[in-house]
């Protein structure tokens, strides 16, 4: 007898362990050293090999390329404690509220701008459903509608650069974080304009589900509104464009561009008089609290795939997914279904940390290599991103659950969801059809 079922069952078990509902962390580290003690005994796996586990840990530690990760991650806490969401909001739903479904596109607007200047999803869903679900709710939406353009727009941080998912994955994949930003550009904002198309459609066939604002709502003169969206859309427009722009020209790598970033969110914050105490310690609480979770994701995601290995697990998963029917159409279809299936149930860390290096091999057997790698990991950032808003467990749900009014309820956030769902898989369609939309 082999020890070739130590492999697969590692697999099954850390899935098992996940959803039943342990730390994902501790799951695969657990899992990890009962599995090297088992195959010990049994004669297929060394305790030498473990030797190799205190190096990889130093090198996740030294990992230039995810400081970006807390500079993000600080960057757009920062200007979401600022109160930069709600200036917007604010001031863009007053400037399209008078066309009908004006309201919603403002959010898909607001939520596309949030996007590129803080990538933070928790922030974005919950400042947009805290300042516009009870102004939509107010006058006559679709409360479907209301809490899916919500949520989906919350979403678009995890594809539109500067993104957090897209720091990992590069680091995942082994390729260049900048050029997964610059990949992941043009797919992002076509995401944000189907979300737009599909409000205007609703807003066209179903006017009574997104109605205008009436006409008395509105007292600033055209002038002193469009003055106001300057005044209020320029700092950040100039934050974004010089943090994507030094990493867009080469100026600066993406980890440089970051800490660029988390300064002239802190100096965006002093210019409007709200760089207090709290709001810079509540964002270190978070930046540290989401920074630590990566890093032990990353430990126990070493451990994992360092034991997966020595009992011969890549190789099992290697000769599986290098042997499918149609070869690399077939490798994509079940790279597909696997991530969107495991969406629904774990978050996109999760998946990241253990799926990519099982399927990283595989691809590029099968060709997949220098900017074909860029589109692929940019098709996978498209897929993660529908993790958050599929359920029963989707981030996005569950933000918006939580400052959402009794009146609103669980069944029409999931109701909600399920349209732009269906869009997120029509862009990620387009994305595996059309290549040259990422690597143009």
């Known amino acids: 007898m082999t020890g ?49 586990f205190p190096e990889r840990v130093f090198g996740v530690m030294s990992n230039y390329v995810l400081l970006a990760v807390p500079f993000f991650i600080f960057m757009g806490t920062m200007l979401e404690r600022s109160r930069l969401a709600e200036d917007l909001l604010y001031t ?10 004006g309201l919603a596109l403002a959010v898909v607007f607001v939520g596309t701008l949030l996007a590129a200047a803080t990538g933070v999803v928790g922030a974005s869903v919950v400042a947009m459903g805290m300042i516009s679900l009870p102004i939509m709710t107010r006058y006559g939406y679709s409360k479907e509608l209301s809490a899916g353009v919500i949520m989906a727009s919350g979403t678009l941080g995890q594809i539109i650069p500067p993104s957090v998912v897209l720091v990992v994955l590069g680091d995942q994949l082994g390729v260049s974080v900048g050029k997964l930003f610059v990949g992941a550009l043009v797919p992002g904002l076509m995401l944000s304009g189907l979300f737009a198309l599909y409000v205007a459609i609703v807003a066209w066939v179903f006017p009574r589900a997104a109605p205008a604002l009436p006409g008395g709502e509105h007292h600033e003169s055209l002038g002193a509104l469009l003055g106001s969206v300057v005044r209020v859309m320029l700092p950040p427009l100039v934050l974004i464009l010089l ?17 660029l970033g988390a300064v002239g969110a802190m100096a965006l914050a002093a210019a409007n008089r709200r760089l207090t105490w709290s709001a810079l310690l509540g964002t270190m609480q978070e930046t540290m609290r989401l920074t630590a ?21 890549d190789v099992w998963i290697d000769r599986l997914l290098t042997n499918l029917p ?41 060709g997949v290599d220098g900017e074909r790698m860029v589109w ?19 981030f ?35 994305v595996i059809l059309f290549p040259g939309l990422v690597t143009r």
């Open 4 to 52: 070739d079922w130590l492999g697969p069952v590692m697999f099954a078990l850390v899935f098992a362990l996940i959803f039943a509902g342990y730390p994902v962390a501790f799951s695969l580290g657990g899992t990890a050293l009962v599995f090297a003690a088992i195959g010990v005994q049994a004669g297929y796996f060394d305790w030498s090999l473990l030797y190799a």
């Open 92 to 101: 863009i739903g007053t400037l399209f509220g008078p066309l009908r479904g």
């Open 243 to 259: 943090v994507l722009g030094g990493i867009f020209v080469g100026l600066a790598t993406p980890t440089e561009a970051g800490a």
């Open 293 to 313: 979770m990566v890093v032990f994701l990353l430990i126990g995601s070493t451990a994992f795939t360092l034991v997966f290995r020595g009992v011969w697990g």
């Open 326 to 366: 149609g070869g690399l159409i077939g490798l994509l279809v079940v790279t597909n279904l696997a991530v969107f299936v495991l969406g629904f149930f774990i978050d996109f860390f999760e998946i990241a940390f253990i799926v990519l290096p099982l399927l990283v091999p595989a691809a590029r057997a099968l």
């Open 376 to 394: 692929f990991g940019v098709m996978l950032a498209m897929n993660l991103q529908t993790s958050f808003l599929t359920p029963p467990f989707g």
């Open 396 to 430: 996005s749900l569950f933000y918006l659950r939580g400052v959402a009014p009794p009146s609103l309820t669980t069944a029409q956030i999931y109701r909600g969801a399920l349209p732009f769902i269906a869009i997120q898989l029509v862009a990620l369609v387009l």
